[in-house]
C-alpha cells in the first residue's frame, strides 16, 4: 500500500513538473497581467510553485494539475495584492499623450490593454481566464475559488468597463472618462 | 462596432498582455525548488541547493530564454475600492472542536454576533437600510462621479458626490470616526526615460456626519512628486514613476511625506497635519533622511520606513525605521532586530500603537516573516514566523496586536489550499488565531478603519444571486476577549 501510494506521489510530482515546463510562462505572465508588477509576479511564481510542491498531496487528479495551480497563483496574488500596500504606485499615460506604441492600428489594443490594467486583479484574472484562455464559466470558478454567478457577474462587471474604454474609431485609442 | 470586433480587440490586446515570458532568474528558482523532496516548504534561496538527486527537469527548466516584452503601464490602484480590497472568494470554516494543527496557534473566540456584515450587489446602486449603524466602508473609484458609502450594520447604499477630477487616479482612501480622506494623483507628463514622469497630487478631506456620509471636501494639500523610488524589476525601470505621498490617518490627524521644496529631493518630508485646522494653517514638519515609503501614525506618534532612492537590481537593500513623537518632533531610529541587506531586502510593513511600533518583517517569504513589537528600545516578538504561515500585524491598541496570517490549510471537499485567517496577540496571551463563533474569521482583503477590521467576500443577495459582502470586526472588543 506504501508503494501504491509512493507511485501516486511520484505521478503526481512529474505531472507537476511536466505541467510546469510548458505552463510556467503561462503562471508568470497570468500573475503579471493580475498584479501589473513584473517584480511582484515572478516572486509570486516562485511562491506558488513552494506552495504547490510543499502540497502536492493536495493533487488529487494529476490530469487537474493546471486547475489546480492556477488556483494556487491566483491565491498568491491575492495574498500579495494585500501585502504590497508599501509598494509605489506605478500610474498610466494620462489621455492625449503618446504612448510608446500608439501607431494607429494598435491603439484600440493599446486603450484595451490599458483598460484591462485598470480593472481591479479579480476582475483582470477572469478576464483572462475567459477571454485569453477561453474557459467556461464552471472551469473559471474551479481556478479562482470563486462561485460560478460571481464569475459571471465580473465578466459582467470587466466588460462593461472594457467597452468603456473601447474606441475603434478613436484616432488616439485613448480611454476618455 | 460589433461584438465580433470586440472580442477581437479584447484577445488581441490580452494576447499582448499574456506575452511576457518567465525571466531567466524565474526558471533557475524554479528549478531549484523542484529538484527539492516535496515535503520541504521553504523557499530555495533560503536554503542550501541540492541539484543532485531531484527531478532532472529542474535543468530543463534553468535553460528558458528570457524574453523582454515591452509592458503598458498599469494603473496601480484602479479598484473602486477603500483600500487594495478585492472579493474574498474563500469563507473557509473550521468547526470548533478541530481547529487545524496547521494554525500552529491557539484559538481565541469571539461571539457571532461580533461580526456585522452586509451584501452588496457588484453594480452597486443605492438601496435603503436600517438607521445608519456603521461601520462604513467608502469606495471611491479612480473616475468615478460617485462615492458609494456601504453601512455595514444598517445595509444602506448611499452615494455622495466625489470631489476627485476626471483624470485623477484614487491612490488612497482613508476614514475614522470624523473623517474621510482621499488621495489622488495626476501624470504631468510622458514618459522620457531615464527621467521621471511627474505627478500631481492632492490629499482631500471632509468630516463625516453621524450617518457616515461625508460633508464637502476641503483641499488639504496638493503638489508634484518628482521622484521615483525603483524596486528591482519593477515597471518602473523601463520608465520610471513618481511616487505620491504616503499617507496614514489617526484621530484627526494625517501625516504624509513630500519631496523636498522645489522638488531638489525625494519624499523626506513629514507633514503632520490637523484636519480640523483651517484651510492654509499648516502643521509641524519632520525631516526624513531617505525617501519615507511608507507611514504609521498614532495620537502620540509617527513612524516611517525609509529608503534610498533610486534601488537598482545590485544594490544592497537598504531601509530603516524611524519614528518621531508628536509632542516634540524628536526622531530615532527604531531596532527591529534586523538589518537592511541582501537578507533582508524586504521593506517593513508598519502600525503603531502608541509609541510602540509594530514591524512585519521579511514579509514577501513565505516561512520567514516575523513580526516584533518594539517599544522603548525592548524588542518583543509577536510571531516568531512558521514553516507552515506567515503574519503581518495591520493595528495595535492597548497592547493589542491584529494581524493577518496566511498559509496552507486543509479546505474541506478541496485540496489543500492557501487562506488567510485573522489572529491577534498581548504579551499575555501569545499569538491566536480569531474565531467568531464556530468559524475563523478569514479575511481575504481587509484594511482597518476607525477601529474596525473590514474586509470583503462572497456573499448572497436576497434574491439567491451572488453579491459582494462587507464583514467588519470590532477591534476593541476583540481586544476585550483576548485572555
Redesign the interface.
Known sequence: MSGARDGA?EER??AF??H??AG???????A??IL????????V???A???A????????DPDRVEA?FT??LV??C??????????????????G?????ATPDLA???A???A???????HRAV??LR??ADLPVDEIAAR????A??VK??L??AV?Q??AA?R??DPDGRTR? | ?TDD???K???????????????A???I??GR??A?P???????RWRGVRLAGG?A?AG??AL?VLAVV????????????GS?G??S??ASSSPASSWPAELGMPVVTVPSASVRQTTVQ??MAERAGSAPAGPFAYLVG??DTSIRVVDIGGGSVRTSASPTH??E?V?AVLHDDRWLVIET???????QPPVATR?GWRILAASLGSDGMPGAFDVVDSGVASW??L??????MDCA?P??P?LALNAGIVAYAIDETGGAGPATTVVIRPLDLPPGSCCQTLTASRQV??LALSPTAVAW?ESANGLKPDDVPDWRVVEGTLADGATAAVPVGETAGKAHEE?P?IVLDGTAVLASLD??E?SSGTVVRVDGGRIETVDPGHANRSC?AVWGGGGVAVL?C?G?LPDPGS??????WLATWSAEAGLRAVAAGSRLVSP???WVAADWLVWDG?GKMPDG???TSYSALSLRALAAAMP
Open positions: 506521489g510530482r512529474r513538473v511536466r510546469l515546463d510556467l510562462d503561462r503562471a508568470y505572465a497570468l503579471t497581467v501589473g508588477d513584473r517584480a511582484d509576479a515572478e516572486e511564481t516562485h511562491d510553485v513552494c506552495t510542491w510543499r502540497g502536492i498531496d493536495g493533487l488529487r489546480w488556483r494556487i491565491n498568491a491575492r495574498d500579495r495584492f494585500r501585502r504590497r500596500r508599501v509598494r509605489p504606485i506605478a500610474m498610466d499615460l494620462p489621455p499623450l503618446p504612448a510608446a506604441d484600440t489594443v493599446d484595451l490593454r490599458q484591462v490594467a485598470a480593472l481591479s486583479p479579480d478576464v483572462v477571454f485569453w479562482t475559488g470563486e462561485r454567478g460571481t457577474s465580473r459582467h462587471y462593461v472594457l467597452r473601447w475603434p474609431d472618462r | 462596432m470586433r470586440f472580442d480587440d479584447l484577445r488581441d490586446a490580452l494576447d499582448r498582455l499574456m506575452a511576457e515570458r518567465a525571466p532568474d524565474l526558471r528558482r524554479v525548488v523542484l527539492q516535496a515535503i520541504d516548504p521553504r523557499p530555495a527531478l527537469l530543463t527548466l528558458g515591452m509592458w503598458p503601464r498599469p494603473s496601480g490602484v484602479a479598484t473602486p475600492s487594495a478585492m472579493p472568494p474563500i457588484d453594480l479612480s473616475g476626471a483624470d487616479r491612490i494623483a495626476t501624470p504631468l507628463d510622458a514618459c505627478a521615483p523610488f524596486l528591482p524589476g519593477s515597471f518602473g514613476h511616487v505620491p504616503p515609503v511608507q520606513v521593506l510593513f514579509q514577501y513565505a503581518g493577518v496566511s496552507i485540496s489543500p489550499m492557501d487562506q488567510q481575504m482583503a481587509s462572497v444571486t451572488d453579491g
